[in-house]
């Protein structure tokens, strides 16, 4: 290859002035083997460079085709270079491989570059050029283009990139396509590449494409790592797609993979979040069959599950369990979670005992387990033992997050000392923590109780100032009070706020304001409301139902009465309202209280 420097004036109809121009020509790349026709050299595009703007510029040089003229002596096409020409050996195969990106994105290919290239592309110069290309997409044909056309057999390394651009791209199906074109042409995949196909995939939620790659590599005999097949399930349990994930426990772990007790663990976890207690504990009892022992994690995530579904008695037995072995010992959680079990029982005293317990075993209780207890005490009306329980987390150096406060308050409320609950939201606000949702609905709905209507409807008001997700049933207790007070004109407004915050209303709520209407005398409005229930696909009750036929008859309507009523059997499928109303309306019609 040679170099020239141009020391020409610049072409005025170039449009550039001032700028030296750098001319590359190639030399003696040429066909192997190649037989002389007709004395004409085919013409290649090389890159155009100037010294001073950045962007590039195609020119067409002639690049010989008879390899067999070169070797002779010369021909009428060669001519000798000027002195000023330097032969560039070194990076040759850099500019080759800009000729041959720049042919595949910017012009058709006749059959003599095809040929050209069939003999000249080589697997290293293949995979630099799917590496200049910087494109995914463009990577893609010209591996499709030189597979097919040129019948390359392409390197390890460009398979490799090509799946993992791809896939950084979210192009899943086409870098599975280059999967199985690798396996194809005969290279087999590593655990590396599988591993990180399957974990693309299953992070995007493809588990389909993420199963077919296990199923495939099977008959590969690729041994995957633990990691990889524990961050697909754990992908799995994430997406509540627990049966999907045990299912593929049976079919692919014992058989393909080096299983470690954090697999088990992230089943456990998984069942037990769905309630199902007794697999999980058959998941469990496998662990041994694998060579797996169970950790204090696994113990933990049993208690827990055993706890949500109130067989707190099993929980405590696994903990003494825990207790017997010798390899492990029960931790904070393990304590907390058999709390937590006994306090949503309100077994107070039982949880106080093993609070006691943990303490004595030199275990320090965390924040969760003095708020578990709190609101424990709460519930249970005992707000002595509540707040000794908050004197002893302060002095233990914890502070008193939402969830110490909201368990406060609303055992102040349950106990009828709704006042002391609004000094406690006053004392939160000056610590600057933050209310939650439970916070206002435990206020809202004990002011509500007490007929306090225009302080709850002040909480209401507060809450637009925050970013929560409200829900109906922090709004329903002051809809309720105002439309038992006959200020249905409130309640109305409160409704619209619902929905301003985007908040639907739900059964309750629509009942609520439907009797409300009726009790002001507001007919229409109350089926207009009923019929805006239907619209939004709110299925209404018995109670709604019937207390609007109800209203209606006793307002003397008894054609729209037939019409709900109508509407509730047929439509709705509510076939206990068939005998409250006679078919016929021009007669006595039963009032249904």
Not at 51 to 70: E, N
Not at 393 to 401: A, S
Not at 449 to 454: G, M, P, Q, S, V
Request: glycine residues 6%.
């Amino acid at each position: 290859m040679k170099h020239r420097d141009s020391n020409q004036k610049p072409n005025s109809k170039s449009g550039i002035s001032g700028h030296t121009h750098k001319r590359i020509v190639i030399e003696n790349v040429c066909e192997p083997r190649a037989e002389p026709s007709d004395g004409v050299a085919f013409h290649m595009t090389l890159l155009f460079f100037t010294t001073r703007t950045p962007w590039v510029r195609a020119s067409k040089v002639a690049i010989a085709h008879f390899h067999g003229l070169a070797q002779g002596g010369g021909g009428s096409w060669s001519r000798p270079f000027n002195e000023k020409e330097v032969i560039l050996n070194r990076n040759s195969e850099a500019w080759f491989v800009k000729v041959v990106c720049t042919l595949f994105v910017r012009f058709h290919l006749s059959d003599t570059c095809l040929g050209y290239l069939s003999k000249n592309l080589t697997p290293l110069v293949a995979f630099e050029v799917v590496r200049r290309l910087d494109n995914p997409k463009l990577g893609l044909k010209f591996f499709e283009f030189s597979r097919e056309s040129l019948g390359l057999n392409h390197s390890f390394k460009t398979y490799n990139l090509l799946m993992r651009s791809l896939c950084q791209m979210g192009l899943y199906d086409s870098a599975k396509m280059v999967f199985d074109c690798m396996r194809s042409d005969g290279h087999l995949p590593d655990s590396w590449n599988v591993g990180f196909l399957v974990l693309s995939c299953a992070q995007v939620g493809r588990f389909d494409l993420a199963k077919k790659l296990l199923a495939e590599v099977q008959c590969d005999e690729v041994g995957l790592s633990s990691f990889v097949y524990n961050k697909l399930l754990d992908e799995l349990v994430k997406r509540n797609l627990v049966d999907e994930a045990v299912c593929l426990f049976r079919e692919h772990m014992g058989l393909h993979s080096h299983l470690d007790t954090c697999t088990f663990n992230i089943l456990i976890r998984g069942l037990c979040r769905i309630r199902e207690v007794d697999k999980a504990f058959a998941i469990f009892n496998d662990m041994g069959s694998f060579g797996c022992s169970p950790d204090v994690v696994t113990y933990n995530t049993l208690i827990n599950g055993l706890c949500r579904v109130n067989e707190v008695n099993r929980g405590h037995e696994l903990l003494k369990e825990v207790q017997s072995r010798s390899e492990l010992k029960p931790d904070v959680v393990t304590y907390t979670s058999v709390i937590s079990g006994y306090c949503k029982l309100g077994k107070m005293e039982e949880a106080s005992v093993l609070f006691d317990e943990m303490i004595s075993s030199g275990i320090k209780p965390n924040p969760i387990t003095f708020n578990v207890l709190i609101n424990g005490f709460g519930k249970a009306g005992d707000m002595v033992s509540a707040l000794t329980m908050h004197e002893k987390m302060i002095f233990l150096g914890y502070f008193p997050d939402v969830v110490t406060f909201t368990s406060l308050i609303d055992g102040y409320c349950r106990t009828g000392q709704v006042n002391q609950g609004l000094k406690l939201w006053h004392e939160m606000n000056a610590r600057n923590v933050t209310p939650n949702v439970y916070t206002f609905a435990v206020l809202i709905n004990a002011l509500c109780k007490e007929n306090r209507l225009h302080e709850a409807r002040d909480f209401l008001r507060q809450m637009k100032c925050h970013d929560f997700v409200t829900k109906p049933f922090m709004y329903n207790p002051v809809i309720d009070g105002f439309c038992k007070a006959g200020n249905v004109d409130e309640a109305n407004k409160i409704m619209a706020e619902m929905e301003e915050k985007k908040c639907h209303p739900d059964k309750v709520t629509f009942t609520i304001l439907i009797i409300g209407h009726c009790m002001k005398g507001r007919m229409f409005e109350a089926i207009n409301i009923f019929s805006k229930m239907l619209s939004i696909g709110c299925a209404p009750d018995t109670i709604t139902v019937n207390s609007l036929i109800s209203c209606l008859l006793k307002a003397g309507m008894p054609n729209e009465a037939f019409r709900i009523k109508k509407t509730a059997s047929e439509d709705l499928h509510m076939s206990s309202l068939k005998r409250t109303i006679p078919l016929r309306t021009d007669m006595d019609i039963p009032m249904a209280i």
